[in-house]
């Protein structure tokens, strides 16, 4: 594979970064926000600049720890995984592009004061220009940097420090003019003048030493910008009359025509379409390694990962980026985009902070030369205060940058997920921790079963007459599950009667069938070595008797045979589903095949960790029976090695929580290598009776199911369980 070449240096990355700033942010952007905060603009340019230092440090860091082409998209998609990675690629690559444009838009309207020019085709011949440039290689593009932003600070220097003596105090009077809101609304509006801080990361992998270059460059810029901002917005603000800047498609020029008469609104017009042209020129060669990087990682298709062979850059990606300017240029109204493109930016910056954490506190390899100071709570202070500024944006931009992620969202889809099998740094973290609480609830669990005086109670509920072998199968399981707790059976016989039937006169009657199930529960009492008791109940209602029955005997579980879904069951509700929403306790029911001392319990995995009271009956059952749990998940060689390690990891501290032997085994997507199973166990698929398998993997087996529904105290949440599936 062709690499970049590292031709870059300090002066280029400090160029290129100062001048991916100072354009549209200073030259356009304060006429728009003076109407909003009035002279506290000048505040909101130095908190906005406050705000992106959270990025700019984690950015540094992990520019120096992975300097490859495509900045931000290759820090999220290594840090938050390839879904999120596209997501950044794609929106920033869009917001970059957004920028350019913009760029050129709103500098040609400084050269409209000196010459009659159609905006619009200008525009669109400097972003030709640019193109070409961009596509001869990068060490040209850090030269034309170079040269345009010396320039440009020269002009900028000159306006401040020759209109600093004219300001006047009284302009300042009446500094909140549009109150708190007004100046975070501004802030919100000019935080996008910093975001070119760090796109200079993009191209880290044609930077000279880049541990050394890149921080400095990155924060140098941050710093420096920052700093002449407030200048210039104070010195705007203080020599021009209220509200003559506010509005003006040219303010910086109306300021240095009232100091600096026609010198200064020409050497403005100047720095002007330097600053303007060298945001564009940063923004096409930051943007268009976007598209390379993503190609490379192929999350893209790989025309875009081309380089060539004389000039050395992506020119395929350039091409594409290219186009989109221009088209941009001649179809969209851009100043509207350019807003929408600047709430993702703020929301890249989000996640570029969160996935510096996820390197940090994950165990993927990292080690960068530079760390961030005040970790992490600078990184906290960037996901809040950006996460704030989002709401300072209004709903169109939001809505924009949603499309947007929605848009990249299906993409990858489409094309990437089918030909990646990675993972980012932050899943495999959520992982670990979700595995963690998990098996500290299933500790907690396993040694509390049976402490209780007495051990549990297990109600058995027989819904209707039973074979011997069949009530024989559900008696020795439930003797299973409370016999090493030295807890007790409680086995009842529902007898459901029509609703005109008097129940004293249907209690007093014993049927044969009735007479049948107390003899066989009574030589089963013996030879289980467990304490049964026995009884009948007769009801209008079976699934409601069942429940008060476990009420007032304050039982621990109710097994009951899982029976298919008739017709009726369909039209009006399954009564046992009802029974397992409303029960006081936990509900076991069995697919019955038989059942006799398994040596073989499968614990059957859904993608997700194992529920704790599912867990616990399966360590029981295979206890008592002398047997061994088999711990089956859907894993295949086909997942990203990360999930694999850390799977495999989770189930074995899980076996060193259990009483009974414990195995491990991947089910095969083809289903084959597996072991027969003689009781398969498994959690009960959201607390709905679906015929028993729910979302778990299909178990070939001719055996006994067991499956498990935790009383609701012990579900976890809507959110947990979405994190669960998503990371598992």
Not at 263 to 286: E, F, P, Q, R
Not at 303 to 322: C, N, S, V, Y
């Amino acid at each position: 594979m062709k690499t970049l070449e590292r031709d870059l240096g300090l002066g280029a990355v400090f160029a290129i970064s100062v001048g991916a700033m100072i354009g549209s942010g200073i030259f356009i952007l304060p006429a728009l926000a003076l109407k909003m905060a009035g002279p506290a603009v000048i505040v909101a340019y130095l908190l906005a600049g406050l705000l992106v230092v959270p990025a700019a440090l984690s950015k540094s860091e992990m520019a120096t720890a992975m300097p490859e082409a495509g900045g931000t998209y290759i820090y999220i998609e290594r840090g938050m995984g390839p879904l999120l990675g596209t997501v950044a690629g794609v929106g920033t690559w869009f917001s970059l592009s957004f920028k350019s444009a913009l760029a050129l838009v709103g500098g040609v309207p400084y050269l409209v004061l000196l010459f009659d020019l159609p905006v619009q085709p200008v525009a669109l011949g400097l972003a030709a220009l640019l193109i070409v440039v961009n596509l001869l290689g990068a060490k040209q593009t850090g030269r034309l940097q170079t040269v345009i932003v010396s320039l440009m600070l020269g002009a900028l220097g000159w306006f401040v420090a020759g209109s600093a003596g004219q300001v006047q105090q009284a302009n300042f009077q009446g500094f909140l003019t549009g109150g708190w809101e007004g100046l975070l609304a501004a802030t919100g509006l000019v935080f996008v003048s910093y975001a070119g801080v760090t796109k200079v990361a993009s191209v880290a992998e044609e930077v000279e030493n880049p541990d050394r270059n890149l921080p400095l460059g990155i924060l140098g810029s941050l710093a420096f910008t920052t700093l002449l901002y407030v200048g210039i917005v104070a010195v705007m603000v203080g020599v021009t009359d209220s509200g003559a800047v506010a509005g003006s498609a040219t303010p910086v020029a109306v300021a240095a025509d009232a100091t600096l008469g026609t010198a200064g609104v020409y050497a403005v017009i100047a720095a002007a379409v330097l600053a303007l042209v060298s945001t564009a020129n940063a923004g096409i060669l930051s943007s268009s390694r976007y598209p390379f990087a993503m190609s490379r990682d192929q999350l893209a298709p790989p025309t875009f990962a081309e380089i060539h062979d004389r000039f050395g850059t992506p020119t395929t990606a350039i091409t594409l980026t290219g186009a989109v300017v221009l088209a941009l240029i001649a179809f969209v109204p851009i100043l509207d985009i350019a807003k929408l493109a600047s709430a993702f930016q703020i929301l890249v910056f989000v996640l570029v902070n969160l996935a510096l954490v996820a390197f940090r506190t994950g165990t993927t390899d990292y080690d960068p030369d530079f760390e961030s100071p005040l970790y992490p709570w600078m990184q906290g202070f960037g996901v809040l205060s950006g996460l704030a500024l989002l709401t300072q944006m209004g709903w169109v931009p939001i809505a924009g940058a949603a499309v947007i992620t929605l848009g990249s969202v299906v993409w990858y889809r489409v094309y990437a997920r089918p030909r990646v099998r990675r993972e980012g740094a932050a899943t495999d973290v959520v992982r670990r921790r979700l595995g963690r609480d998990v098996l500290t609830e299933t500790e907690a669990l396993v040694d509390a079963t049976g402490a209780e005086a007495g051990g549990p109670e297990v109600l058995v509920a027989l819904t209707r007459e039973a074979s011997a072998d069949r009530e024989r199968a559900l008696l020795s399981l439930a003797a299973d599950r409370a016999r090493n707790e030295d807890g007790q059976v409680v086995v009842v016989r529902f007898d459901e009667v029509p609703d005109q039937a008097p129940l004293d006169h249907a209690a007093d009657v014993q049927s044969p069938a009735d007479v049948r199930f107390e003899e066989r529960t009574e030589g089963l009492s013996t030879e289980f070595d467990v304490d049964i008791a026995y009884g009948e109940v007769v009801s209008h209602d079976t699934k409601r008797a069942i429940l008060n029955v476990a009420e007032q005997r304050s039982v621990d579980t109710v097994v009951a045979e899982h029976e298919r879904l008739r017709l009726r069951s369909r039209l009006l509700g399954d009564p046992i589903d009802w029974v397992v929403r409303h029960a006081p306790c936990d509900v076991l029911l069995v697919e019955n095949r038989g059942y006799d001392a398994p040596q073989n319990v499968v614990l059957e995995g859904d993608g997700g960790p194992y529920d704790p009271a599912t867990v616990a009956v399966a360590d029981a059952v295979a206890g008592a029976a002398g047997g061994t749990v088999t711990l089956q998940f859907p894993l295949s060689a086909d997942h990203p090695d990360k999930r694999q390690e850390t799977v495999h990891a989770y189930q074995d501290e899980l076996a060193g929580l259990l009483s009974a032997p414990v195995r491990t085994a991947d089910l095969r997507a083809d289903g084959g290598d597996q072991t027969a199973p003689d009781l398969v166990v498994r959690t009960g698929a959201h607390r709905r009776v679906r015929g028993g398998r729910g979302s778990h993997t299909q178990t070939a087996a001719d055996c006994t199911e067991l499956t498990v529904y935790p009383h609701e105290s012990r579900q976890p949440g809507l959110l947990r369980r979405l994190a669960e599936r998503l990371v598992f």
